[in-house]
């Protein structure tokens, strides 16, 4: 016997078709699959020592997302008529936790405003220059009001990020 006895999780079987469908969808990213069947596996009464040789992970994570499961199904997910709801509801126990640290600065809207900006030529935006530079796409970012702030240096970490050369 592998590992002490788990405490018993509680599907409901619109909840267990949630899962299953979860499982099955081509489309579903494999950390969410992987829950998904933990969960499934998990109500079935498997211990999370099998169950994690099985699925090809550790017991720690067999263990937590067993007890994310038991602590949501704690109160109620969602009324089981409404699919949608249903399927919103265990999409969002499943998901990974916020994670820490500061949010981005930038959205990615304004990362793509930025680089257009700079495919264009600089006459276009009546910049009395040749080529653009890191110093005048972030002084022409702000002009524009893309943003209200920016450093020549992430414009080019922007910029870098794509294949052509960046500015200087």
Known sequence: MAGPLAAPIRVTPAQRAVLAALVR???CPQAL???????????AGRRN???????????KTARKWRARWADASARPLAVDD????????VAAVLADAPRPGTPATFTAEQIIHII??????????????AAWTRRELADEAVKQGIVTGIS????????????SAAPS
């Open 152 to 163: 020549p240096r992430t414009v080019g970490r922007f910029w870098g990020r794509g294949r």
């Open 116 to 129: 257009n900006r700079a495919c264009r030529p600089p006459e276009q935006a009546r910049r009395p220059i």
């Open 25 to 27: 969808r081509a489309t």
């Open 49 to 59: 020592e099998p169950l994690a040789r099985q699925l090809g992970c550790t017991p």
């Open 33 to 43: 699959a992987l829950r998904a069947r933990i969960v499934l596996e998990a109500a």
């Open 82 to 89: 409404d699919p949608a709801a249903l399927a919103e509801a």
